[in-house]
């Protein structure tokens, strides 16, 4: 198969199915959750590092950037919550209006020297506009650095923009989101489908400008989806 006929696969969603080896939610952060739970003075410190664009960096309407109430910070408060003697950090390496491209580029120095014990990347989103087969490649080389040093790597699917429409078939977001399931699927890492969480709000007739903040950042509520994708892979909270 070549690279042409991959990436038309990977638009229509053809090389992923319900049957794809994604990471399992109960079991692929056994062993950070294994440390999760351990008491002083057995404990240390966890690292959860989210990698990614504006949404990560908590933009509501830009300029303003409400830290804590983003996804990152609500993944970490949840966490806290299901595992109260463990030291944790949520780490945000995200740059605002950033693609994959420019976060592999700095990926050693700006994420990897934080020795994550779980990396999320999020860049769906602002890889429109570098098109799949550049978001592939640079997806790629960070999934197999992270992996190269035995880093757990969870994929998020972009969270809306309300200029492309969710209940479409083959939307560009949608065709981002087929392109990480297979790539998730390929190393068998962790998914987290933001697309498929917003795009479930809108098919039950709710207007998702009621969980944004502006046309493409969510808003606390919209935040609130997006961890709950992520804290699936820590047990029930």
């Known amino acids: 198969m070549n690279r042409f006929m991959l990436t038309a696969l990977l638009c229509t969603g053809t090389l992923f199915s319900a049957s794809a080896q994604v990471a399992d939610t109960a079991t692929y952060l056994a062993g950070v959750k294994a440390e999760l739970v351990k008491k002083w003075p057995k404990n240390r410190t966890i690292n959860l590092v989210f990698h990614g664009h504006s949404v990560p960096s908590g933009y509501f309407r830009t300029p303003d950037v409400r830290t804590m109430d983003a996804y990152p910070m609500q993944v970490l408060t949840a966490v806290k919550e299901r595992f109260p003697y463990a030291v944790v950090n949520a780490i945000t390496t995200s740059i605002g209006g950033e693609n994959s491209e420019q976060g592999e580029k700095r990926f050693k120095k700006d994420v990897l020297v934080h020795q994550p014990d779980v990396l999320f990347i999020d860049y769906a989103l602002n890889d429109r506009a570098i098109g799949l087969e550049r978001s592939r490649k640079a997806m790629e080389k960070m999934i197999k650095m992270a992996l190269k040093k035995h880093i757990p790597v969870i994929l998020l699917t ?58 493409n950042h969510p808003d606390r509520k919209g935040h609130t989806l997006i961890a709950q994708q992520v804290l699936t892979y820590f047990g029930q909270l």
């Open 158 to 215: 972009p969270s809306p923009d309300l200029q492309v429409d969710l209940l479409e078939d083959g939307n560009v977001l949608e065709q981002h989101t087929n392109q990480l399931k297979a790539l998730a699927a390929q190393y068998k890492i962790g998914l987290a489908d933001s697309y498929a969480a917003f795009r479930a709000v809108a098919a039950q007739g709710q207007a998702l400008k009621e969980l944004m903040a502006q046309s």
